[in-house]
């Protein structure tokens, strides 16, 4: 199993950006899928959460309305679009297969929010 994520970056508050994340080596369409952050000296959080057709989606509070997650089974890819940034929302973004925690992870991408 591999998650391999990209997208992060520097982006000033406003502004906008689209994670990816792709699946290797399992059955992408059998699982439901998550995006996690970690933001230093803090818990990991779950962002948001997907299940296997796309037909349930769950988002943390503290990103509701701003942050969409979405999923291409044909292309085995995870995607996280990213609106309205502000600084506390830098930390390290995470692909997750499931939406727990102990599931397998990515190696994730640095979102940096700062002007």
């Known amino acids: 199993v591999q998650l391999v994520e990209s997208g992060g970056g520097l982006v000033q508050p406003g502004g906008s950006l689209r994670l990816s994340c792709a699946a290797i080596g399992f059955t992408f369409s059998g699982y439901g899928m998550s995006w996690f952050r970690q933001a230093p000296g803090k818990e990991p959080e779950l962002v948001a959460g997907i299940t296997s057709d796309g037909g349930r989606i769950k988002y943390a509070d503290s990103v509701q309305g701003r942050f969409f997650i979405s999923r291409d089974n044909a292309k085995n890819t995870l995607y996280l679009q990213m609106n309205s940034l502000n600084p506390e929302d830098t930390a390290v973004y995470y692909c997750?297969?499931?939406?727990?925690?102990?599931?397998?992870w990515g190696q994730g991408t640095q979102v940096t929010v700062s002007s």
């Open positions: 997750a297969r499931g939406w727990s925690r102990g599931g397998y």
